[in-house]
């Protein structure tokens, strides 16, 4: 068929789609759509938190309306009273505000059409094309039949009249859960079974999160949907691949209900990450058993959860824009998404000084009492960004990774007896000796400096074979909490796994690091400016855990990129 069309380079290399194929076809001249502006929607369901899968179909329907001067409604898909809550509806709207898109003044819920589509089923009861059924669950399976062998329903031949009374007796709440739905009277033989009479109603008793008990039957969502889209005059209905074989009952309840346009649906593939689950039920089920600590964990794939680990819009849109759109599944690596990640901090994040596993260093040939301030780079991507000065006296401190006693081969850097190394934008220092403690623990490094090499190369010229290291002056560092991240899963396919999919959880997703040290200018940070901590990574303020006196950092992401570009 028409829409197994692939995206060709040349399509790729202008920004172009097989989604944007057609709708340039639609509305070229002849088109189904020709002189029509392009209006697209997005329908979340508020039962949950927006995640980055979503984050892919919301960039398509609202960056397809932008690439083409249309409009795209965000429409809350809230026709199911289970689990829906005002609280996601908020969280959702949020979510996409932060990404930069926006909806102007075309918000809906699909349970402001409540009316219209029971109006809608009534006339296809009035038509022929509907009637009540009373098979039980257990009896509907019994009777869905198989390939080559058809459905049944005893109910299908019922009087228009009685199937009228029926459906209104159902909204009027005199039968229970279950006992009875209203199906659309199509083909029972069809070889797609989603039209063989599908389901249109049920009856459901649970108050709506809206209207509470006013309705007690509901529209199913290939019922109202394609109701929602006609009347908001949607020409585009973009939606995920496991819609593809619902498209032919989207095309029926569109043209035999009395609406007043044609949508054209067309699908694309989901998105899929590695070492991930994108089911809002299993994010839920981590939640509600504690297994996070909350929709916004940093280690969950939510919108919410990336923006307080430190992902910023931009690299998620980017993101999603370069997978780019396709008709067939793939899984995308989570390290692509870490790297644009990557790319968008390296531009932007201002560097700090920031040590995370903390051993004291005590030049001892410096004077006592003696600080002075040295310069260090804002951000050498960004000359522009500048310089600032920071404090430097006797005592540092450096991550205890820094130090051994006794090297191991190809060691650069400080040892008793080792090399020259250079402590960021300040000096040379030798590594002397070190203190231990009772136990024998290396508790203190003490080195000696070169007056003459401050904040750059030594005047004589001579070469330095040690490392650059990163340091915190001890007399003016602000102690911070960090919390270090990893993936959520240690299966690359959890989905696909044998086991549960919770036995698949990485029990090393989180290391949380206290008593850490960082520059005292960082007591200022704001959340969620990112930092590139020097030759650690990225991080941001924990826009949640963070108080004044108790500075908390998340890494955002690791300084090395292991994406296979």
Known sequence: MAEDVKTTREEAAEGRNFIHVFIEEDIAPGGQYEGMTVHTRFPPEPNGYLHIGHCKALTIDFGTAEKYGGLCNLRMDDTNPTKEDEEFVEAIKEDIHWLGFDWGDRFFYGSDYFEEDYRQAVGLIKKGLA????????????????????????????????????????????????????????????????????????????????????????????????????????????????????????????????????????????????????????????????????????????????????????????????????????????????????????????????????????????????????????????????????????????????????????????????PECRLKGAYLITCTSCVKDESGNVVEVLCEYDPASRGGDPADGRKVKGATLHWVDAETAVDAEVRLYDNLFADEAPDAADEDFIDCLNPNSLEVLTGCKAEAGLAEAVAPVGFQFMRLGYFCLDNKDSKPGHLVFNRSVSLKDSFKK
């Not at 939510?302 to 008709?327: D, H, M, Q, W």
């Not at 401190?397 to 060691?411: G, M, R, S």
């Open 131 to 418: 009637y009540v059924c009373q098979l039980s669950p257990e009896e509907f399976k019994e009777y869905r039949g198989s390939v080559g062998v058809p459905a049944r329903s005893p109910y299908r031949d019922r009087p228009i009249e009685e199937s009228l009374d029926l459906f209104e007796r159902m909204k009027n709440g005199e039968f229970p859960d279950g006992a009875m739905t209203l199906r659309a009277r199509i083909d029972l033989a069809s070889g797609n079974f989603n039209m063989r009479d599908p389901v249109i109603y049920r009856i459901n008793h649970l108050p709506h999160h809206r209207y509470g008990d006013k309705w007690c039957i509901y529209p199913m969502y290939d019922f109202a949907h394609p109701i929602q889209d006609a009347l908001e005059g949607i020409t585009h209905s973009l939606c995920s691949l496991e819609f593809e074989n619902h498209r032919p009952l989207y095309n029926w309840v569109v043209d035999n209900c009395d609406l007043p346009a044609k949508p054209r649906q067309i699908e694309f593939a989901r998105l899929g990450i590695d070492h991930t689950v994108m089911s809002k039920r299993k994010l839920r089920r981590l939640v509600e058993e504690r297994r996070v600590s909350g929709w916004d964990d940093p280690r969950m794939p939510t919108l919410c959860g990336l923006r307080r680990r430190g992902y910023t819009p931009r690299s998620i849109r980017n993101f999603c824009e370069r997978i780019g759109v396709a008709k067939s599944a793939n899984i995308v690596e989570y390290g692509f998404l870490e790297h644009c990640l990557r790319e968008d901090l390296n531009e932007t994040a201002e560097r700090v000084m920031a040590v995370l596993r903390p051993i004291k260093l005590t030049i001892t040939n410096y004077p006592e009492g003696k600080t002075e301030t040295v310069t260090v780079e804002n951000n050498p991507v960004d000359p522009a960004a500048g310089t600032r000065e920071v404090a430097f006296s006797r005592t540092l401190w450096i991550e205890a990774d820094d130090f051994l006693e006794t090297p191991v081969p190809k060691y650069k850097r400080l040892y008793p007896g080792g």
